[in-house]
């Protein structure tokens, strides 16, 4: 029984730089979310799929943040321009069926942008 | 303004002792779960409470809803250095909110010294 994964687990870059982080939900998982994580705080909601469809975006996700889904397996998250700001932890979840609560995690990738 | 509040943030304590955790908000929810994260992982689902006054035990672990849902408490008896880890309730189905998008607490860090 395979969880969520994800890749890379960790990433450093430079200011300016784009960055893309992939996440494999558990095979039979219709739905797929993101959420950022920042020191000394909880998750922060960002984007959510059902199938490849994206349902909703956090305010958080600016112009420079983009994910997809394409056929409704993996998903990316692609942060064009990294700001400092934008060092945190990256977290996926997933899950299925009529409750949308029971959120799986995967292990994160962690982002640090010098 | 957070709306999931958590307490107490820290809590260090010898093996051995109870502890009990709060998760308080003015806001309804559907359903409160809580996670359990370690550093540099993702945060792992222990239990989802959905009714009002509902109480789940986990083997040392005791969970509570409240009466309103707005609030909920983790108790933790003869706590074990294994219990040690970051404590996050996250809320689902906020009255008039998303149903995909999870708010999180900040967390309760807690340490168990043998």
Redesign the interface.
Known sequence: DTG?S?NPRHKITKRGQNVTFRCDPISEHN?L?W?RQTL??????LT?FQNEAQ??K?RLLSDRFSAERPKGSFSTLEIQRTEQGDSAMY?C?SNWGP??????????T?LTVL | TQLLEQSPQFLSIQEGENLTVYCNSSSVFSSLQWYRQEPGEGPVLLVTVVTGGEVKKLKRLTFQFGDARKDSSLHITAAQPGDTGLYLCAGAGRYGGSQGNLIFGKGTKLSVKP
């Open positions: 969520v994800q739905r979310y959420y000394g705080q909880g998750p922060e909601f959510y349902l909703e956090s977290l979840a409750s949308y609560n029971e959120q799986f995690f995967g292990p994160g962690r």
